[in-house]
């Protein structure tokens, strides 16, 4: 029970008993409102993921490497884990072509690269892949960017994500 206030809001504290199922909830004033609440658990993460700028200038349309790594929050590597990436390209217009007309414009991300791997006894992983870009468009003053995720599960089934982007077009300067 509660009772509202002079602007008609009212507050107040539930407590969820233990071993209730966690989820969606649903929290009704019969013949008034309702509304829907998320009852979750939070677990500290343990390990983070990151993956470091490319030892090597990238290029268009020539291979690229990133290498990443999983370590615990405490100092150590994760020592062994399975790792999901994927990358995706994302075209950026200059501004002058956006308001032409005839241009077909398709600025979603599309993926162009996607594979697994395992971590190696220092937490470490590499992401090897090729930006690719249409050498036809040279011309049209685009540029590039390419969004690199890697997801880590460790072996007990915990699962982070690290994120590295790169901008590369066909000149060095824009």
């Not at 200059?94 to 005839?102: A, S, V």
């Amino acid at each position: 029970t509660g009772t509202t206030n002079e602007f008609g809001t009212a507050s107040g504290e539930i407590v969820v008993p233990p071993g209730r199922l966690l989820g969606a909830w649903s929290l009704q004033i019969p013949g008034l409102a309702g509304s829907t609440i998320s009852v979750e658990e939070y677990k500290r993460p343990t390990f983070e993921v990151t993956l470091e700028r490319p030892s090597e200038e990238p290029r268009l349309n020539r291979p690229a490497q990133l290498a990443g790594e999983a370590r615990y929050y405490f100092g150590l590597p994760v020592a062994s884990g399975r790792v999901a990436w994927r990358v995706e390209r994302i075209v950026v217009r200059p501004w002058w072509r956006l308001w032409g007309w005839g241009h077909s414009i398709d600025e979603r991300p599309r993926l162009i690269a996607s594979g697994s791997t395992t971590l190696d006894a220092d937490g470490k992983f590499e992401v090897a892949f090729t930006p690719e870009a249409d050498e036809r468009e040279k011309a049209s003053g685009a540029t590039y960017r390419f969004r690199t995720t890697a997801e880590v599960t460790d072996d007990g089934g915990e699962t982070r994500s690290g994120e590295r982007g790169l901008r590369l077009g066909w000149v060095g300067v824009e």
